[in-house]
């Protein structure tokens, strides 16, 4: 199915009121809401099963509007997030402007040299093409997480996505049959003072490919 550009606006509005939505991504099918509404993140949370302290990334539609609204972020960072972004990644970042609080890791309370911490903030820029082009033209992030219940498979239909999840949103979006590999999670959280990175999960971009882009893997793991 190809997404328009009403499906957009629902969604857009869906965001900004407080609402939660099955959307199609790069990737597989995710649960989104505002990254700045308790209420949605709490249900988001309920539908999933998911432990209350477990992390969510956040969405920006447009690699663009990420780079845009980051400011923060420094020389070697940005030059990463344009060779990366948009695309099946997951970027974890330093956030020392405290960005996104409801959605962000919170600091590792066990462990007193993080007790500070603001948490990394998961960074998401799916990269829009063909039926999901339309989407790219949604201008609030989202909170986003696999549309799937805690510990089961990523969805790579809509009609994978467990039923509850599907009548516990506020609006379903069906972009049809995605790639089905959750994305390639990268901590960049160092990177920008030293140069090192390393693979948190492998997903559809793996070594070689960042190694081109982003230099030689950390410590060669």
């Known amino acids: 199915m190809t997404l328009t550009a009403q499906h957009a606006a629902r969604l857009e509005r869906c965001l900004a009121g407080d609402g939660v939505a099955v959307i199609p991504t790069d990737t597989v099918y995710g649960l989104a809401c505002s990254p700045q509404s308790e209420s949605a993140m709490r249900r988001i949370y309920e ?3 998911r432990p209350a302290l477990k992390p969510s990334a956040v969405m920006f539609f447009s690699a663009a509007a990420a780079l845009e609204s980051l400011t923060e972020l420094g020389p070697r960072t940005r030059a990463a997030l344009d060779a990366l972004l948009p695309g099946p990644v997951t970027l974890l970042l330093a956030n020392p402007e405290r960005r996104f609080p409801l959605a962000c890791s919170p600091p590792a309370e066990s462990d007193p040299a993080t007790a500070a911490s603001p948490g990394l903030l998961g960074l998401r820029a799916p990269l829009l093409h063909g039926s999901l082009a339309a989407l790219a033209a949604v201008t609030v992030p989202a ?5 799937n219940l805690s510990g089961g ?17 506020d609006l379903v979006l069906d972009g049809g049959e995605l790639p089905g590999s959750a994305s390639t999670v990268i901590d960049l959280s160092r990177y920008e003072l030293s140069g090192d990175w390393r693979i948190v999960r492998e997903g559809p971009l793996g070594r070689p490919s960042l190694e081109r882009l982003l230099g030689p893997l950390s410590g060669g793991r």
């Open 47 to 49: 539908l999933k099963r």
């Open 143 to 147: 909170a986003q997480s696999s549309a």
């Open 153 to 169: 498979p990523d969805p790579r239909r809509l009609s994978e996505v467990p039923i509850e999840l599907r009548e516990g949103a």
